[in-house]
C-alpha cells in the first residue's frame, strides 16, 4: 500500500508546454521531497518542502507544499527534453522516507 | 567526490540461489539504507543502519533477508533463497544526519536483480 498516490502515472508533452504532477497522501509529513530518476541512476534530490503552504521554485520548476502538509505539487514551465525522467515523491517521518510510485515524464522534442 | 557505489550493477540468479548485493557509501556519512524498486512501483523501504545503533530492519519482507553493515562503512544485503518476486532494482543511499535541517539522502545506481 503507497502511504503516497501520484498522478498521472504517465505524462507525455510536447518541448514548450507545461505540466503538472500531483503527490497525495492521508497522512502528515514532517517534510516532503521531489526526487527525479533517469534510467539505470539512482533517484537525485531536487528539493525538499517543509512548511504547509510552502512554495519553492528551482528555475522552471515549482514546487508546493499543501496547507495541512499531505499533498505536494510539481509543475514545470516550458518543458524541456532534458526534463524527461521519473519524479517521485517522498514524505519524511523521522528518518524514513515513504515514497510515491513515480510519475513518468516524456518531454518530445 | 566519489558518490555511492554499488556491485554488481545487474545480477542474474536461478531460483533458490543466495545473493550478496554491495554497497560503498559516501566516505563520512554514518547513516545507510537498503531499498527496493520494482517495476512501476516506488521505493519501497527496507533496512537503516546509523552509526553504532541498532539497525532498523521493520522493511524487510521476509526472514530470507538481511544485512549487515561493517565497521560502520561498506554494507551487504543478503537474500538467501531467491525467489522470483525477489526481482527487482535494489538502491542503496547514505546519509550524514545533521549536516543540514532535513536529512538528504544521496543514491547509488543500484543492483537490478533478476530471479529466474
Known amino acids: 500500500t503507497q502511504l503516497l498516490e501520484q498522478s498521472p502515472q504517465f505524462l507525455s508533452i510536447q518541448e514548450g508546454e507545461n505540466l503538472t504532477v500531483y503527490c497525495n497522501s492521508s497522512?502528515?509529513?514532517?517534510?516532503l521531497q521531489w526526487y527525479r530518476q533517469e534510467p539505470g541512476e539512482g533517484p537525485v534530490l531536487l528539493v525538499t518542502v517543509v512548511t504547509g503552504g510552502e512554495v519553492k521554485k528551482l528555475k522552471r520548476l515549482t514546487f508546493q507544499f499543501g496547507d495541512a502538509r499531505k499533498d505536494s505539487s510539481l509543475h514545470i514551465t516550458a518543458a524541456q527534453p532534458g526534463d524527461t525522467g521519473l519524479y517521485l515523491c517522498a514524505g519524511l517521518s523521522d528518518y524514513k522516507l515513504s515514497f510515491g510510485a513515480g510519475t513518468t515524464v516524456t518531454v518530445r522534442a | 567526490g566519489a558518490g555511492v557505489s554499488q556491485s554488481p550493477s545487474n545480477k542474474v540468479t536461478e531460483k533458490g540461489k543466495d545473493v550478496e548485493l554491495r554497497c560503498d557509501p559516501i566516505s563520512g556519512h554514518t547513516a545507510l539504507y537498503w531499498y527496493r524498486q520494482s517495476l512501476g512501483q516506488g521505493l519501497e523501504f527496507l533496512i537503516y543502519f546509523q552509526g553504532n545503533s541498532a539497525p532498523d530492519k521493520s522493511g524487510l519482507p521476509s526472514d530470507r533477508f538481511s544485512a549487515e553493515r561493517t565497521g560502520g562503512s561498506v554494507s551487504t544485503l543478503t537474500i538467501q533463497r531467491t525467489q522470483q518476486e525477489d526481482s527487482a532494482v535494489y538502491l542503496c543511499?547514505?546519509?550524514?544526519?545533521?549536516?543540514?535541517?532535513?536529512?538528504?539522502?544521496?543514491f547509488g545506481p543500484g543492483t537490478r536483480l533478476t530471479v529466474l
Open positions: 497522512s502528515v509529513f514532517s517534510s
Open positions: 543511499a547514505s546519509s550524514r544526519p545533521g549536516l543540514g535541517f532535513v536529512d538528504e539522502q544521496f
